[in-house]
């Protein structure tokens, strides 16, 4: 790892615990020898946002998460409009067109569709107010970068880096952004789903104690592949297969297992001081990537994590996202337990069909277009990006530990020069990437 301090690292460090919830969520008296601590409090969650003047959304990914979150940003409100799509394959186009025109009844104009690697540019500049960000995420900081520069609000699909350099490019985005007023919401649905909201601010308001610890484990079969066709190029092969190849999608840990990790990050409020990893591939088919991680991430007090998962068929499945405390312990999906397993608290969720319930959740990959819509249309912006960029640089700390065997610090990810893939992008060869998956420590020698 070289160094390069591109930024000032302090911009990495959380500031709140909170995430989207920003300062508005919490409420708190002054500080001072009799002063109290209040309760942290939720702001209230619209199901759908303000009515205003028609927002048109540009849509840059065509995939399926991103025909998924261009219905989602439609479902979001009154007066939303797609208008413009761009991808550089033409069946994703077609596809996601057909798609809107099924479950919507939206209609894209040949004109507004665009193809290729420059088709964001040619999104961004085709009159819309805002972009949504779903390309695999090695292409993320530069379409940030692009949009911020265009003063577009952004919709940023997870995760919005593979390797620190872009890492360090989306903070300096966020911090234009914010700057200028622009709205910057990122695909780390958790912080907007009500149960996951209540469950930590209860944890924050002390119900389990002090945290002590963390256990998270995503398990799970196998994603989805595509072997090569004789009539692709590398570049076609590994865009078409982008969620094997680390350099595209950052490997599991990042691309998937983020969300459980910042569930996490979340909780904890600050950013480890080292990644100690583990992992390995025993059933994958194609791509660079491994099938599981085992992470212990270790914290400048003394408080340690662990993280697991696993992309394998035939297993057995299982979610955990325990937060341990000094009283008892969390399920970050909705319950607090004592030391000796008894439920304490569980979220209410109401009868079937009762929508009138204040403890209804709406479905987060909408709720996350309600609060970008509902803060442009107030003039109130929001940004979470620094929790995010959090996030996918503690995911990437444990998956360099893992390919290498060695513990990885955060200062080591902050300062490093690391980039994935390549400089110029063109259908042919991907030159100095091959289909070489990682392999840590050195081989073993004859005595």
Same mark, same amino acid.
């Given at each position: 790892?070289?160094?390069?301090?591109?930024? &000032?690292?302090?911009?990495?460090?959380?500031?709140?615990?909170?995430?989207?919830?920003?300062?508005?969520?919490?409420?708190?008296?002054?500080?001072?020898?009799?002063?109290?601590?209040?309760?942290?409090? #939720?702001?209230?969650?619209? *199901?759908?946002?303000?009515?205003?003047?028609?927002?048109?959304?540009?849509?840059?990914?065509?995939?399926?998460?991103?025909?998924?979150?261009?219905?989602?940003?439609?479902?979001?409100?009154?007066? #939303?409009?797609?208008?413009?799509?761009?991808?550089?394959?033409?069946?994703?186009?077609?596809?996601?067109?057909?798609?809107?025109? %099924?479950? $919507?009844?939206?209609?894209?104009?040949?004109?507004?569709?665009?193809?290729?690697?420059?088709?964001?540019?040619?999104?961004?500049?085709?009159?819309?107010?805002?972009? #949504?960000?779903?390309?695999?995420?090695?292409?993320?900081?530069?379409?940030?970068?692009?949009?911020?520069?265009?003063?577009?609000?952004?919709? !940023?699909?997870?995760?919005?880096?593979?390797?620190?350099?872009?890492?360090?490019?989306?903070?300096?985005?966020?911090?234009?952004?914010?700057?200028?007023?622009?709205?910057?919401?990122?695909?780390?649905?958790?912080?907007?789903?009500?149960?996951?909201?209540?469950?930590?601010? $209860?944890?924050?308001?002390?119900?389990?104690?002090?945290?002590?610890?963390?256990?998270?484990?995503?398990?799970?079969?196998?994603?989805?592949?595509?072997?090569?066709?004789?009539? /692709?190029? &590398? !570049?076609?092969? !590994?865009?078409?297969?982008?969620?094997?190849?680390?350099?595209?999608?950052? *490997?599991?840990? =990042?691309?998937?297992?983020?969300?459980?990790?910042?569930? !996490?990050?979340?909780?904890?409020?600050?950013?480890? %001081?080292?990644?100690?990893? /583990?992992?390995?591939?025993?059933?994958?088919? =194609?791509?660079?990537?491994?099938?599981?991680?085992?992470?212990?991430?270790?914290?400048?007090?003394?408080?340690?994590?662990?993280?697991?998962?696993?992309?394998?068929?035939?297993?057995?499945?299982?979610?955990?996202?325990?937060?341990?405390? =000094?009283?008892?312990?969390?399920?970050?999906?909705?319950?607090?337990? *004592?030391?000796?397993?008894?439920?304490? /608290?569980?979220?209410?969720?109401?009868?079937?069909?009762?929508?009138?319930?204040?403890?209804?959740?709406?479905?987060?990959?909408?709720?996350?277009?309600?609060?970008?819509? =509902?803060?442009?249309?107030?003039?109130?912006?929001?940004?979470?990006?620094?929790?995010?960029?959090?996030?996918?640089?503690v995911t990437i700390m444990g998956r360099i530990s893992a390919y290498t065997g060695k513990d990885v610090t955060w200062e080591e990810i902050l300062n490093s020069d690391l980039y994935l893939g390549p400089k110029t992008y063109t259908f042919g060869?991907?030159?100095?990437?091959?289909?070489?998956?990682?392999?840590?420590?050195?081989?073993?020698?004859?005595?």
């Amino acid at each position: 790892m070289g160094t390069k301090p591109a930024i &000032d690292r302090r911009n990495f460090i959380a500031k709140t615990a909170l995430g989207t919830l920003g300062a508005a969520g919490i409420l708190t008296s002054c500080s001072g020898p009799n002063s109290k601590k209040q309760e942290i409090q #939720l702001p209230k969650l619209l *199901d759908q946002a303000p009515d205003g003047k028609v927002i048109k959304a540009g849509l840059i990914g065509c995939g399926g998460r991103g025909t998924g979150a261009a219905i989602n940003f439609l479902d979001a409100g009154p007066n #939303l409009q797609i208008t413009a799509l761009g991808d550089v394959f033409q069946d994703k186009i077609d596809n996601c067109r057909a798609k809107l025109k %099924e479950e $919507r009844n939206v209609e894209i104009a040949d004109e507004n569709c665009f193809l290729g690697f420059d088709s964001f540019e040619k999104v961004i500049d085709s009159g819309v107010d805002m972009v #949504l960000l779903c390309t695999p995420p090695h292409f993320r900081p530069a379409h940030v970068e692009a949009a911020v520069n265009a003063r577009k609000h952004i919709f !940023m699909e997870k995760p919005i880096a593979v390797d620190p350099e872009g890492a360090r490019s989306v903070m300096a985005s966020a911090k234009k952004a914010e700057a200028i007023g622009l709205s910057m919401v990122s695909g780390t649905i958790r912080r907007v789903q009500k149960d996951y909201m209540e469950t930590q601010r $209860r944890v924050a308001n002390g119900e389990i104690g002090e945290i002590t610890g963390a256990n998270i484990i995503r398990n799970g079969g196998a994603l989805w592949y595509r072997s090569r066709q004789p009539e /692709w190029t &590398d !570049m076609e092969y !590994m865009l078409r297969n982008w969620v094997n190849f680390c350099w595209l999608s950052g *490997d599991h840990i =990042t691309e998937q297992f983020i969300h459980e990790i910042d569930v !996490m990050n979340w909780h904890l409020g600050q950013n480890p %001081e080292r990644a100690i990893g /583990w992992g390995g591939r025993q059933r994958r088919v =194609t791509g660079d990537q491994y099938d599981f991680f085992s992470i212990e991430y270790l914290y400048e007090n003394g408080l340690r994590t662990h993280c697991a998962a696993r992309q394998i068929n035939g297993c057995t499945n299982r979610k955990v996202e325990q937060i341990n405390g =000094t009283k008892g312990y969390a399920d970050a999906a909705g319950k607090l337990f *004592d030391h000796k397993g008894n439920v304490i /608290w569980e979220y209410p969720y109401p009868e079937e069909g009762d929508t009138a319930s204040e403890w209804n959740v709406t479905n987060p990959f909408v709720q996350e277009h309600i609060n970008l819509v =509902t803060a442009i249309r107030t003039g109130n912006p929001v940004n979470d990006a620094e929790a995010q960029v959090n996030s996918t640089l503690v995911t990437i700390m444990g998956r360099i530990s893992a390919y290498t065997g060695k513990d990885v610090t955060w200062e080591e990810i902050l300062n490093s020069d690391l980039y994935l893939g390549p400089k110029t992008y063109t259908f042919g060869p991907v030159p100095g990437i091959k289909e070489e998956i990682p392999l840590a420590g050195v081989p073993n020698t004859a005595s």
